[in-house]
């Protein structure tokens, strides 16, 4: 366990340990080739974090084949959850291995293990690989990410670092994970966009999330527990909103 990076992420109470992180700089081996070197561009730089048992890789190719169209101003940056995949991953019939997972949970998730060890890896990646405008997270990568970035507004999580200006969050919910509380006690005033699917099992969750963000955008869409790809009127909420911060951060000052 990192210990001297000055996270300030709650410890769980459980004292059970989390899972074995792979051996080496796995942020830095594991990572997608788009997070190699940073040079200058006129691109928003959003770093992604994978759902459950998935990988950089994969989600990479889940964004891809949704075609949102926003390769001329936005640029995704993946990388991998420092925990190999502890169970069954639900994409091995459609993606290659290996998987990866950003904490382990008890049976009703009340307990999470391995917050501090994701903190201290999603740390160190933006220390090596950033800077970065937004963040985005797809399942329990939009569940980590929600509450991390909340958790950051209170100082609790993610020293060090910028924050983020916006956030992207796909098929997440609010934690329900005792450590993870405080994330919510407040509204978190990131901008936030959130994806939520009609079919997805994780529905109900993610409409409570919106509600812990102060000013939040939603597109919603027919399909399930998935990164979607969005008729006509959807994508031009997506791409605005990517746009939104393209012009702020590109656009000269008057």
Excluded at 11 to 36: F, I, T, V
Excluded at 48 to 59: P, Q, V
Aim: glycine share 8%.
């Amino acid at each position: 366990m990192a210990a001297n990076d000055g996270s300030k992420v709650p410890a769980s109470s459980s004292g059970k340990p989390p899972g074995k992180s792979p051996s080496g700089s796995s942020s830095s081996k594991k990572a997608d080739s788009s997070a190699k070197a940073n040079p200058p561009s006129r691109k928003l730089r959003v770093l992604c974090l994978h759902g459950l048992r998935t990988s950089a890789k994969i989600m990479q190719q889940q964004v891809e084949l949704a075609q949102w169209a926003l390769e001329d101003i936005v640029e995704f940056v993946y990388m991998n959850a420092p925990f190999p995949a502890t169970g069954k991953s639900d994409v091995e019939k459609r993606f290659e291995p290996p998987y990866f997972e950003w904490y382990q949970a008890n049976q009703d998730y009340s307990e999470i293990y391995g917050l501090e060890e994701a903190s201290v890896h999603i740390i160190d990646f933006i220390k090596t690989r950033g800077p970065f405008d937004g963040l985005m997270g797809f399942s329990q990568g939009a569940v980590l990410a929600g509450a991390l970035v909340g958790l950051q507004e209170k100082g609790l999580a993610l020293p060090d670092v910028p924050r983020f200006t916006f956030i992207v969050l796909i098929g997440g919910c609010r934690s329900k994970a005792l450590v993870l509380r405080p994330a919510y006690f407040d509204p978190i005033l990131t901008p936030s966009l959130h994806f939520i699917g009609e079919k997805d099992f994780m529905k109900e969750g993610g409409e409570l999330l919106i509600t812990s963000f102060k000013d939040a955008t939603v597109i919603h869409h027919p399909h399930g527990h998935l990164i979607p790809r969005l008729g006509d009127e959807e994508l031009k909420t997506c791409r605005a909103y990517f746009q939104k911060y393209f012009d702020l951060k590109f656009s000269p000052k008057s």
